[in-house]
């Protein structure tokens, strides 16, 4: 079964920086794209940014372009988002995610909170 598991969330001041990673087992880790989501309270899961399996980035979120970095290391089986330039409305819990054979997987979710 896959296994997803995301660190590196918390308590952060705006202007801030946090970098979250994402651990992956139990499946090819270089064999695919891989995803940042974030879900805040009251609103629905969003994309955040996207990897192809060799390094590419697919695409940022409009509101997280210029501050947010996503990387992976093919080696380490891990992904990363690095967010800089945190702001209140980042606050939300992040999840990676991988797509195999037209299913989704997740992670349980890291708590990112921006507040001064």
């Known amino acids: 079964q896959v296994q997803l598991v995301e660190s590196g969330g918390g308590l952060v001041q705006p202007g801030g920086s946090l970098r979250l990673s994402c651990a992956a087992s139990?499946?090819?880790?270089?064999?695919?794209?891989m995803s940042w989501y974030r879900q805040a309270p009251g609103k629905e899961r969003e994309l955040v940014a996207s990897?192809?399996?060799?390094?590419?980035?697919?695409r940022y979120a409009d509101s997280v372009k210029g501050r947010f970095t996503i990387s992976r290391d093919n080696a380490k089986n891990t992904v990363y988002l690095q967010m800089n330039n945190l702001k209140p409305e980042d606050t939300a819990v992040y999840y990676c995610?991988?797509?195999?054979?037209?299913?989704?997987?997740w992670g349980q979710g890291t708590q990112v909170t921006v507040s001064s």
């Open positions: 139990r499946f090819t880790f270089s064999s695919y794209p």
């Open positions: 995610n991988t797509r195999i054979l037209g299913r989704n997987y």
């Open positions: 990897i192809t399996s060799t390094g590419g980035v697919l």
